[in-house]
């Protein structure tokens, strides 16, 4: 079992910025691949980034790229997502996700554990 907790979510002004981190226990946390997404209200969930195990390798959503950042430190079993030029749009409840494996993974049915999500909302 790996248990994820997500924390930095919060209320900021487009433009602005905010980092996530999402901090793993449970398992040995660079054996696993690492990804964010989220969920708009009435919207499915989407992809966001993803990173894989050493985070030599990372990827990106168009809707992201440029703006947001992801990143890991394996020594305090922890990814992040460094969020920047922020746009309403982003507004979300933002879920990081872990599965097995060195390499990342861009789709949520890869990913078998889940966080408790974190809030974003970027006001206009």
């Known amino acids: 079992q790996v248990q994820l907790v997500e924390s930095g979510g919060g209320l900021v002004q487009a433009g602005g910025s905010l980092r996530l981190s999402c901090a793993a226990s449970?398992?040995?946390?660079?054996?696993?691949?690492m990804g964010w997404f989220r969920q708009a209200p009435g919207k499915e969930r989407e992809f966001v980034a993803a990173?894989?195990?050493?985070?030599?390798?990372?990827y990106y959503a168009d809707s992201v790229k440029g703006r947001f950042t992801i990143s890991r430190d394996n020594a305090k079993n922890t990814v992040y997502l460094h969020m920047n030029s922020l746009k309403p749009e982003d507004t979300a409840v933002y879920y990081c996700a872990a599965e097995f494996g060195s390499y990342y993974y861009t789709s949520d049915h890869s990913y078998h554990y889940w966080g408790q999500g974190t809030q974003v909302t970027v006001s206009s």
């Open positions: 449970g398992r040995t946390f660079s054996n696993y691949a």
């Open positions: 990173i894989n195990w050493s985070g030599g390798s990372t």
